[in-house]
């Protein structure tokens, strides 16, 4: 009997993932403010949400400056908790995640492609502070399935243009 071909990617699956997503950011930031095992809790997110091992992914944080482009898991969780954490050689790296953020929401633009194997998506994020305060970050995520669930395999993140 043939395999059943992957159903293709809905919207609604998107922004499920995207709300997996806001919540590890979250996640990863308790388990740092309340001293638990960081390395831990940041590899099961990343292994959960990103397809490395998969296939490839492309991932472009949005504050990395010398190396720019993380293609790799360790690349990837040593931006989320910083290089002292992780020591995998990304010196850059203070841990985005763990600045702590008590939510992070998406503003998807109206480019949600569904229909297919895989989706794109973009748009602003906006990640708040337990102060209240908020930084809003341009993205564009890529999607793959992997099971009932998706995995990110494109993730561009960017500040928003300024002048000065």
Same mark, same amino acid.
């Given at each position: 009997?043939?395999?059943?071909p992957p159903a293709d990617i809905t919207k609604k699956e998107v922004e499920t993932a995207q709300k997996r997503w806001a919540a590890a950011i979250v996640d990863i930031g308790n388990v740092y403010m309340t001293g638990g095992d960081l390395v831990k809790c940041a590899t099961g997110h990343i292994k959960d949400l990103?397809? %490395?091992g998969d296939g490839p992914v492309l991932f472009k944080p949005t504050k990395c400056e010398q190396v720019q482009f993380r293609t790799t898991f360790k690349g990837a969780l040593s %931006?989320?908790?910083g290089n002292d954490f992780a020591q995998l050689g990304f010196n850059e790296d203070q841990g985005f995640a763990i600045a702590p953020f008590v939510a992070v929401r998406f503003r998807n633009a109206d480019f949600i492609f569904e229909g297919a194997k895989r989706a794109i998506a973009m748009g602003n994020y906006f990640f708040t502070t337990p102060n209240g305060e908020y930084a809003k970050v341009e993205y564009t995520f890529g999607y793959r399935r992997r099971g009932d669930d998706l995995v990110i395999d494109l993730h561009h993140?960017?500040?928003?243009?300024s002048h000065g």
């Amino acid at each position: 009997m043939a395999k059943k071909p992957p159903a293709d990617i809905t919207k609604k699956e998107v922004e499920t993932a995207q709300k997996r997503w806001a919540a590890a950011i979250v996640d990863i930031g308790n388990v740092y403010m309340t001293g638990g095992d960081l390395v831990k809790c940041a590899t099961g997110h990343i292994k959960d949400l990103y397809g %490395y091992g998969d296939g490839p992914v492309l991932f472009k944080p949005t504050k990395c400056e010398q190396v720019q482009f993380r293609t790799t898991f360790k690349g990837a969780l040593s %931006y989320f908790i910083g290089n002292d954490f992780a020591q995998l050689g990304f010196n850059e790296d203070q841990g985005f995640a763990i600045a702590p953020f008590v939510a992070v929401r998406f503003r998807n633009a109206d480019f949600i492609f569904e229909g297919a194997k895989r989706a794109i998506a973009m748009g602003n994020y906006f990640f708040t502070t337990p102060n209240g305060e908020y930084a809003k970050v341009e993205y564009t995520f890529g999607y793959r399935r992997r099971g009932d669930d998706l995995v990110i395999d494109l993730h561009h993140s960017s500040l928003p243009f300024s002048h000065g």
